[in-house]
Every structure is written in C-alpha cells, then in structure tokens.
C-alpha cells in the first residue's frame, strides 16, 4: 500500500517536473530577448551571462530614438489591420456560402485552397516585384496589404467555415420564415453571431502580416518599411547593439503575447488548421 | 428557402478571383518565365534548368534544404508524440501549459533568428556558458560548416515542435475510449497499446501534421537562417528560398531564379505525393 502510494507521488512529480521543462524551453527564449533587452550594453556583452541585473530602459530608448521608427510601427500596424479587415471581408461571404449550401466539388474546392500553401512564396513573389516597379506600388502599403490578403485568405475562409458549421441554423430559418431578406439575415444574425470567430481570424491574420518578413523584405523600400525588415537592417550595421535590438525584439513581441492572453483558444485552432474538424 | 442560395456561387467569387488574380496567375508568370531571360520576353527554353543542373550551389542548396525538412519535421515528429502522449490527460494548469507551448509560434521568425543568435554566440551565449559550467568548450555553432545547418533545425525545432504536439493531441482526442479499454482489459502492456492501437489509429493525423509542416518548413524557414547565417557559412546553410532569393533580387537573374522555385515547387510536391503514397490513405478522409 505505502509503495504503490508512494509511487503514485513519484510519477505525479515527475509529471510536474516534465511539464516545468516543457514550459520552460519555450519560454526561455522569449524571456532572454525581454531581459537582454533590460541590460544596460555592460552586463550584455558580460560573459559569463548576468543573471542578476539592474534593469533599465536605456536599449528602448536608444532604438526608439532611431530615426523613422514610429513610422515603421505606423507602418507595421497599418498594413497588418488593413490585410486583417479585407481578409475577413473577402472570407466570410465564401464562408458562410460554403457553410450553408450545397455546392458542387465543396471538397475539393476546401482542398484547393489549402494546397496553396505549396506555392512558394518565392514564385509568388517574383512577378510582384516585376509587376510592382513597373505599376508604382513598389514600396508602397497598398502593394504589400494586396499580397498579404491573398496569403492569409485560405486560411481564413477555411476557419470561418469550420465555425459557420458549429452555428445553429435554425435561428436563420426561423427569421427567414418570417419574411426577414436574407441579406438581413446575414447581417443581423448571423454576423453578430460570428463575432468571435471573426475576431480570431483577424487577430491570427494581424499575427501573420505583423510577423511577415519575406515579402516585406522584397517589396518594401524607403517609405514603408515595416518592423521585421528594420530588424533584420539594424542588426547588419558594422557593430551589433543587442541591446536595442532585444528591445525592438521586445516592442515587435508584446502585442502578439497581449492578443495570445485573450485569444489563446483560438490561436491555437487557428494555427492547427482548426484541429482539422470536419 | 434561402433566396441567397441561388447566389451561393457569387459569394465565392471574390476570393476565387482574388486567389487567382494574385497567387495561381503569379505563379504561372514564374513558370513561363523559367523558360525565359528578362521577365518572360525573351524566351530560352531549359537553358535555366540546365543551368542549375550544372551549378555546384543549386544542388547543395537543394541538397541543404531536404536535409533540413526531414531532419527538423521527423524530430519534430518524435518529440512533440511524445509531449502529446504526455499532456493527454486532464490536470490542472492544462491551459497555461497550453498558452505557453503557443508562444514560439506566434513570435515573429525574425526575433526567433535574433534570440537564437544571442544564445548561441560564442562568447556571450548562453548555450556555450552552460556547456562551459560542464567543462564543455563550446564551439562556434553558427559560423562552423559542420555545425550551421544542426543549428538551424535545432530553431525550427524549437518553434514548431508545438505545432506538432497541438495537431496529433486533437488527433489522440478521436480515438476510442472503449478500445482503449478492451485492449487494457486483455492485459496489453503500454508499449502494445502504443505500437497495436494509437499508432494505427493515428495515422491519418501524423500525414497530416507531417505535410503540414514540411510544407512550411519547405517554403518559409527563411527568416530564421537570414537572421542568424545568411545561408553560410560557405554555402553550409543555403536553401532553395534563400538562394533562390539571392538570385533573384541580388543577382538580378529572374529567369533562374524563376526556374529554382519551381524546382522547389516540384520537391514539395513529390515530397507530399510521396509522403501519401507511402502511408496509402486519401488526405481527404482524414481533414
């Protein structure tokens, strides 16, 4: 009895104890970035690494004092809202009509759109930046958000569609019945609704375009630089200052954490394709 | 009854329009212009081709870049098995653990690459300062050839291993209790009902989760090896988007840059055709 008891206490522990390391290894990463970036550049370029230090915010200051970078912010969050908001409008008519009727080759047409995700980004982008410097949006915002919008939309659609299905319908049957138009319907009922699954496809697509580094790199210039592209500029100056860029580092990161407090459900069926319901 | 259901096809309109517009006809663009110098005016027919055939960094790219798909996708396979395996059970704090296995995947892969670079540094990282406290001298992970590309799969490791643990537990989710059960009940050891039950019936999952994430790590793990290597040292870390990416826009040579990424399109597709063939089961059924 007292063996098995005790047993039983040391493989709970053990359990306890993977799942502390689990957390920890992601973790740890993301919390050297926000510490490094609390140094002050003496206990950075420290070795051995400081555990113990006395924070300070000099790094945030020295690179939001780097010219342009509220605009690249500006520039950041812009683009990645604009994509989210058209994302969202373009997906869920096609969600909502895939949802609730009957179509012809409907899987085929779901498999499609996830087969996109094949197409390198490289081939896509290509004739962008040929296309682009001959029509003018070459760095430009509205260039990149288009590209942005075509990325994220099978995603979308497929998510949405996945939470149209969940819905009742018998409340849209039910006021169609007594004579509302349809296009009502849609908009009183069933938008309200898809509140929260609209949300979290526009905050996993704000995720996405705020994250985005390959396209941003190709297409963005001068004027609408966005934060992964400075990133990746800043850090090849002749000395790298890991201080202010664990700041940036930080700045770029927190947002994303906020949103994962409040959205961590639907984050993560977003980013396993809806945990593959159907 | 629904007077919209006469439209249903209009609805679907603007996305199909938009998908073709701005990724199936690009794509087509590339493809001609594969064959082509210039845009696609001038046309050359395999000389790209034949080109990269011949060229010593294609093949090592191509070559780097499946090296760094089956390494980092079959460990990712195996560990995040096994913390799935792990946290298929309820207990409390289920959902911190969750939230926290979310966060590599959510951080951006530039400040991924700027992290991993500060731990692996050799002299003020954390990773050679830990090995030291062993009496390890540890060497310069980034800037040895040897080294370099098990570096980068160790990142990618990192930030996707939870991609995996997420899919195969909604996976372990479906299978029946009672044969669970059954088998316990006629005296299966654990590593039986591993091998003769969960296995099989996770199949489907694992060619899913697999695809999925070759997929991507085929075409996007591009910003982790630019922040941290920029595909060296020597040509140790160069893979098809990066080399494809320094043909193009630093060697301005669109048609074989063109030409490398329809390659790279061709090996995700036999990778994925394979990957189908050899587990024999239709995608379809499973999603």
Request: glycine share 6%; hydrophobic share 55%.
């Given at each position: 009895?007292?063996?098995?008891?005790?047993?039983?206490?040391?493989?709970?522990?053990?359990?306890?104890?993977?799942?502390?390391?689990?957390?920890?290894?992601?973790?740890?990463?993301?919390?050297?970035?926000?510490?490094?970036?609390?140094?002050?550049?003496?206990?950075?370029?420290?070795?051995?690494?400081?555990?113990?230090?006395?924070?300070?915010?000099?790094?945030?200051?020295?690179?939001?004092?780097?010219?342009?970078?509220?605009?690249?912010?500006?520039?950041?969050?812009?683009?990645?809202?604009?994509?989210?908001?058209?994302?969202?409008?373009?997906?869920?008519?096609?969600?909502?009509?895939?949802?609730?009727?009957?179509?012809?080759?409907?899987?085929?047409?779901?498999?499609?759109?996830?087969?996109?995700?094949?197409?390198p980004?490289?081939?896509?982008?290509?004739?962008?930046?040929?296309?682009?410097?001959?029509?003018?949006?070459?760095?430009?915002?509205?260039?990149?958000?288009?590209?942005?919008?075509?990325?994220?939309?099978?995603?979308?659609?497929?998510?949405?569609?996945?939470?149209?299905?969940?819905?009742?319908?018998?409340?849209?049957?039910?006021?169609?019945?007594?004579?509302?138009?349809?296009?009502?319907?849609?908009?009183?009922?069933?938008?309200?609704?898809?509140?929260?699954?609209?949300?979290?496809?526009?905050?996993?697509?704000?995720?996405?375009?705020?994250?985005?580094?390959?396209?941003?790199?190709?297409?963005?210039?001068?004027?609408?630089?966005?934060?992964?592209?400075?990133?990746?500029?800043?850090?090849?100056?002749?000395?790298?200052?890991?201080?202010?860029?664990?700041?940036?580092?930080?700045?770029?990161?927190?947002?994303?954490?906020?949103?994962?407090?409040?959205?961590?459900?639907?984050?993560?069926?977003?980013?396993?394709?809806?945990?593959?319901?159907? | 009854?629904?007077?919209?259901?006469?439209?249903?096809?209009?609805?679907?309109?603007?996305?199909?329009?938009?998908?073709?517009?701005?990724?199936?006809?690009?794509?087509?663009?590339?493809?001609?212009?594969?064959?082509?110098?210039?845009?696609?005016?001038?046309?050359?027919?395999?000389?790209?081709?034949?080109?990269l055939?011949?060229?010593?960094t294609f093949v090592q790219a191509l070559l780097n870049t499946l090296y760094l798909v089956c390494a980092a996708v079959a460990i990712e396979?195996?560990?995040?098995?096994?913390?799935?395996?792990?946290?298929?059970?309820?207990?409390?704090?289920?959902?911190?653990?969750?939230?926290?296995?979310?966060?590599?995947?959510?951080?951006?892969?530039?400040?991924?690459?700027?992290?991993?670079?500060?731990?692996?540094?050799?002299?003020?990282?954390?990773?050679?300062?830990?090995?030291?406290?062993?009496?390890?001298?540890?060497?310069?992970?980034?800037?040895?050839?040897?080294?370099?590309m098990p570096?980068i799969i160790?990142?990618d490791?990192?930030?996707?291993?939870?991609?995996?643990?997420?899919?195969?537990?909604?996976?372990?989710?479906?299978?029946?209790?009672?044969?669970?059960?059954?088998?316990?009940?006629?005296?299966?050891?654990?590593?039986?009902?591993?091998?003769?039950?969960?296995?099989?019936?996770?199949?489907?999952?694992?060619?899913?989760?697999v695809i999925?994430r070759a997929m991507d790590c085929f075409n996007?793990t591009?910003?982790?090896i630019?922040?941290?290597?920029?595909g060296?040292?020597?040509h140790a870390t160069e893979t098809l988007p990066i080399y494809a990416?320094?043909?193009?826009?630093?060697?301005?040579?669109?048609?074989?840059?063109?030409?490398m990424?329809?390659m790279l399109f061709f090996v995700i597709l036999l990778f994925v055709t394979a990957v189908?063939?050899?587990?024999?089961?239709?995608?379809?059924?499973?999603?």
């Amino acid at each position: 009895m007292n063996k098995q008891t005790n047993n039983k206490v040391a493989r709970s522990v053990g359990f306890v104890v993977l799942l502390t390391m689990i957390c920890l290894v992601s973790f740890f990463p993301i919390f050297w970035i926000f510490t490094t970036a609390l140094k002050v550049p003496a206990d950075v370029m420290c070795s051995p690494p400081k555990v113990f230090f006395t924070p300070t915010l000099n790094s945030f200051q020295t690179v939001l004092g780097k010219p342009g970078v509220g605009t690249m912010f500006l520039n950041s969050g812009v683009i990645a809202l604009s994509a989210s908001l058209i994302v969202i409008a373009l997906a869920f008519p096609a969600a909502y009509s895939l949802a609730r009727f009957r179509m012809k080759r409907k899987d085929d047409l779901a498999f499609m759109m996830l087969s996109l995700k094949m197409f390198p980004p490289v081939a896509v982008v290509i004739p962008f930046y040929i296309m682009y410097n001959k029509i003018g949006l070459y760095d430009s915002q509205i260039g990149l958000i288009l590209l942005y919008v075509a990325v994220n939309i099978p995603l979308a659609v497929w998510l949405l569609l996945g939470f149209l299905k969940e819905l009742p319908v018998a409340l849209e049957e039910s006021a169609l019945v007594d004579g509302a138009n349809p296009i009502q319907v849609l908009l009183r009922i069933v938008l309200p609704l898809s509140a929260t699954g609209l949300a979290a496809v526009g905050i996993l697509t704000f995720i996405m375009c705020w994250n985005e580094f390959f396209f941003a790199l190709v297409l963005t210039g001068r004027n609408t630089r966005t934060l992964t592209v400075f990133l990746y500029s800043f850090m090849t100056f002749r000395e790298i200052q890991w201080g202010p860029l664990m700041a940036l580092g930080t700045l770029m990161t927190l947002p994303v954490i906020i949103f994962s407090v409040f959205f961590r459900k639907q984050l993560i069926e977003g980013i396993t394709l809806g945990a593959l319901k159907e | 009854m629904n007077s919209l259901a006469k439209h249903r096809y209009l609805f679907l309109l603007p996305v199909l329009g938009y998908l073709l517009a701005f990724v199936i006809f690009p794509t087509i663009y590339t493809w001609k212009m594969s064959f082509s110098t210039l845009g696609v005016n001038k046309f050359v027919g395999l000389k790209n081709y034949i080109y990269l055939a011949h060229d010593p960094t294609f093949v090592q790219a191509l070559l780097n870049t499946l090296y760094l798909v089956c390494a980092a996708v079959a460990i990712e396979l195996v560990i995040g098995f096994a913390i799935a395996l792990l946290l298929n059970r309820q207990f409390r704090g289920k959902s911190l653990v969750f939230w926290f296995i979310l966060l590599p995947m959510i951080v951006a892969p530039v400040v991924v690459g700027l992290a991993f670079r500060v731990l692996y540094d050799p002299t003020l990282g954390l990773v050679n300062h830990l090995l030291s406290l062993i009496g390890i001298t540890g060497p310069e992970w980034l800037t040895t050839a040897r080294l370099a590309m098990p570096s980068i799969i160790l990142i990618d490791v990192w930030q996707w291993t939870p991609f995996m643990v997420l899919l195969l537990m909604a996976g372990l989710q479906y299978i029946p209790k009672s044969i669970i059960e059954a088998a316990r009940v006629d005296g299966a050891t654990k590593w039986n009902l591993f091998r003769y039950i969960t296995l099989p019936q996770m199949k489907n999952f694992i060619v899913i989760a697999v695809i999925f994430r070759a997929m991507d790590c085929f075409n996007n793990t591009f910003a982790q090896i630019f922040m941290t290597t920029r595909g060296g040292p020597g040509h140790a870390t160069e893979t098809l988007p990066i080399y494809a990416y320094r043909t193009a826009f630093v060697f301005i040579k669109f048609g074989r840059a063109a030409a490398m990424s329809m390659m790279l399109f061709f090996v995700i597709l036999l990778f994925v055709t394979a990957v189908r063939r050899v587990s024999r089961e239709k995608l379809m059924q499973a999603i």
